[in-house]
């Protein structure tokens, strides 16, 4: 589907850079070139959308955008009237490897599930998240499914299936003992939904997974020790900081599950770029958050999907579980946290991505500012900002146009009608 001369390059920007991107090779003579002619361009930074902007892209990048773009001659125009056109979507939270619970429960897609179903149906995964305006995925942690998010990476890269950018995290890393599933016989060896590893093996673990093609380092600062207990820390302050140390020394970034405010305090201090959940996170751990510049993504549409599969019909009152992970939201905006937008999505179905967005507007963020989280903002947190995120000249060609404007109505981001991926069309 994709020219078979796609290069890759490695992109080194700053001390900590992960994603190989995919890119037009330089001497191809007058690569193909668009322009798009929406109603308005969001550009992931301003607020206020443009009125009346077109852009230029040319091969897999963004030429010129603004309200005075001169089409050159060979350009293809694409008329997108009464839509807004924006940075691809940045899935902060993914795990392509899983699907809704309601379907399968988590024990048994780890325990059940051959490896090859759980690769197929990522692929079809991949292709809905593109097609829903996700251009980029951070994908943390497969869950059981080995390193198959590095084969999935590489068929997207390859053209030979359609999906968004990865950044993955491979296995995922936890302290022994400390996940699932479990509750079994004590003598029977059951996988595990992430790698274990404590100690300088947790050192060890960190450099092997990046090795064998980590993007991310996922490390799980807290867990349910116990079916049924509530969470609680698993690393040692000592051993999260040195697994940080080993992957940002070999320029990758760190995310940290964490629900506990101590799990929650050890990761920041530990020196993780984002805490994922954080659902008891308390003023004190949002205030070291902003002062340490850790990003936050609270996963709100997780626990919406969680509690809807126990019964809730999404009347308020809203069961404890979601009721406390609005409240987590609201204290990290009130302590000025930077805020990620990542849904947790594969807890609920690949293509509804915009939960995570629309569940953060309908707790109090102004759309527009959710907007530049899911694009510029996400794409900075994730060192990838330099080439994605943001409507600019120069930028990978990562675009969506959506009916209406979703800074008005935040629904709108639903309302994918056009999708490009480094100057690509899939959706029109
Ligand atoms: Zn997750």
New binding site residues.
């Given amino acids: 589907m994709m020219k078979p001369l796609t290069t890759v390059l490695c992109l080194c920007l700053a001390s900590v850079t992960t994603l190989a991107l995919s890119t037009m090779p330089a001497s191809a003579a007058d690569p193909a070139a668009y322009l798009l002619k929406p109603a308005r361009v969001f550009d992931g930074v301003d607020p206020k959308p443009h009125e009346g902007w077109t852009v230029l892209v040319r091969g897999d990048k963004i030429e010129a955008a603004g309200p005075a773009v001169t089409a050159p001659a060979d350009a293809t125009e694409v008329d997108l009237a009464g839509k807004t056109l924006l940075p691809g979507l940045i899935e902060g ?1 993914s ?1 392509l490897f899983l699907h809704p619970y309601n379907e399968t429960s988590w024990d048994d897609q780890v325990l059940h599930e051959p490896l090859a179903l759980r690769t197929a149906r990522a692929t079809v995964a991949a292709k809905a998240t593109l097609l829903a305006g996700f251009t980029t995925v951070r994908d ?2 497969t869950e059981g499914a080995g390193y198959a998010d590095v084969g999935l990476k590489q068929a997207i890269e390859q053209g030979i299936i359609p999906g968004p950018r990865m950044l993955v995290a491979t296995r995922a890393l936890v302290a022994t003992g400390a996940y699932g599933p479990k509750g079994f016989e004590a003598n029977v060896i059951i996988p595990q939904g992430a790698e274990e590893a404590d100690g300088a093996n947790l050192v060890s673990a960190v450099r092997h997974q990046i090795g064998l093609g980590a993007d991310v380092v996922k490390l799980y600062a807290d867990y349910h020790w116990r079916p049924g207990e509530p969470s609680r820390p698993t690393f040692s302050q000592a051993e999260m900081e040195a697994a940080v140390e080993a992957a940002h020394s070999a320029g990758r970034i760190v995310a940290a ?1 964490a629900n506990t405010a101590e799990g929650m305090r050890r990761a920041v201090l530990a020196g993780v770029d984002t805490i ?1 959940h954080g659902g008891e996170g308390t003023p004190e751990v949002f205030k070291l958050m902003r002062e340490r510049g850790v990003a936050y993504c609270p ?1 709100l549409a ?1 626990s919406d999907a969680v509690a809807r599969y126990r019964g809730w019909n999404g009347a308020d009152p809203a069961p404890p579980m979601v009721a406390q992970a609005r409240k987590a939201f609201g204290l990290a905006r009130a302590a000025g946290v930077t805020m990620c937008v990542g849904g ?1 999505v ?2 609920f179905a690949h293509g509804e991505n915009a939960r995570e967005i629309e569940l953060m507007a309908a707790a109090g963020m102004p759309a527009a500012q959710v907007l530049i989280a899911a694009t510029s903002g996400n794409a900075h947190s994730f060192h990838i900002g330099e080439q994605l995120g943001t409507v600019k000249s120069g930028l990978l060609a990562d675009l969506i146009a959506v009916e209406g404007d979703p800074t008005r109505d935040i629904h709108a981001v639903r309302a994918v009608q056009f999708v490009m991926k480094g100057g690509k069309v899939y959706a029109q």
């Fill in positions: 939270h795990h943390l942690g599950h994922e996963t997780a947790d594969g807890v």
